[in-house]
């Protein structure tokens, strides 16, 4: 039996926090040489997290402890979030494709849910069985990340509601119905009352992964032609990243942003290990959304109405009466949202440690960590990370950036 599989207990060796759970293989279509685990993004990813960093399976096996793949990319971000994934390239020889004792998933998958219906995952050495309580549902989740003390706020949109089935270390999981079709992966839960499930064709499906790419599919078996995990190869960043490019993908770029991505990209893109056109696309998908087109780098809290901004943090501002005060007030409302969260201890910290940079880098002790893994004061003076200047402002992000395969 391969030593790592569905429901296998996983982790990144150099992080601190909990371990999570390995969902099933997947691939995308059109390459079939290469192979994938799928699991929970938040289980791996953290601020001292980099692509390439080696994922081992922990118990269940005696493999416990050795390297089966490297971290290839991953959907997770702050805020508001459809899915919260990540794949793990992994040795076609060291993997199966059975969930633990519940066979390998059926490539085809339930998209017909119904409330009441049975699920069931595999993970922490056992089988673990729920009900469909709610579909679409939006949550406010304190996300627990590796190598942070604190807890994140974010909230994840359009999932499913279950009773409670899971516990910390569950996340990753896939769920089964009772046909054995794949219906999700577990991403939260309180361990009483409730477990949260992430529609696995929207984990699947995820632009996160690359617009130019087809949907991941699910393997019932370790195909024939997977290969073994190769040193990654390098691309000409100069030839990928030219000013028509990056004009035709954001055509209101701000200048100094254009000026400094085609003068500082060769050297800072490898560096960050952004060195293949795929990986490049991934990580311009994501800072493009995270700036509006790349027009600002620092976080919008300028809401103007209370609709919009109980829309994004509800579980913060209940009523519109509650909203009101914080329109049109960045600063307010950056010290109510973000106080005492994300090291932030004082008053003033919330609007300081803002959403900033290409991955909005939120917080004191964040600011503080990338800071101190850079080189550059970012805690002492947080607007280096708002600057346009690549070699301050865009190697904070990409370090602290979701780095995809």
Known sequence: MPAVRGGSVIRRPSATGDVGTAGCLVQFPTTPDKLYMLTAGHCLVGPQTKQFDPVEEVISSARAGQQFGRLAGWTT??????????????????????????????????????????????????????????ISVDMPIDMRVPDLAQAVPVTYLDQIKCTSFSEAGCSGAIALDTDGKAVGMVVAGDGHTFTLVTPIDVVL?????????????????????????????????????????LRALCPNIRADILEAILTDAPQAFPEAHLDRTVRIAHFFAQIVTETGGLRRLDEDLDYTTAARLREVFPALFPTDDAARPFLRNPEKLGNFVYANKLGNDQPADGFAYRGSGLIQLTGRANFRDVGTEIGLPLESNPELARQSDFGAQDRSGLLDAPKHQ
Not at 222 to 235: C, G, M, N
């Open 77 to 134: 971000t702050l805020g508001q979030l459809l899915s919260d994934a990540a794949l793990i390239e992994v040795d076609p020889a060291l993997v199966g494709p059975e969930i633990g004792d519940l066979g390998a998933p059926r490539g085809t998958i339930d998209r017909d849910l119904q409330v009441g219906e049975e699920l069931t995952i595999f993970a922490l050495g056992q089988r673990r069985t729920g009900k469909v309580d709610s």
């Open 205 to 245: 499906s995820d632009p996160k992964w690359g617009t130019d790419l087809p949907a991941l599919e699910i393997c019932s078996t370790v195909p024939p032609v997977a290969k073994a995990l190769a040193p990654p190869s390098f691309d000409e960043i100069g030839a990928v990243i030219t000013q028509e490019r």
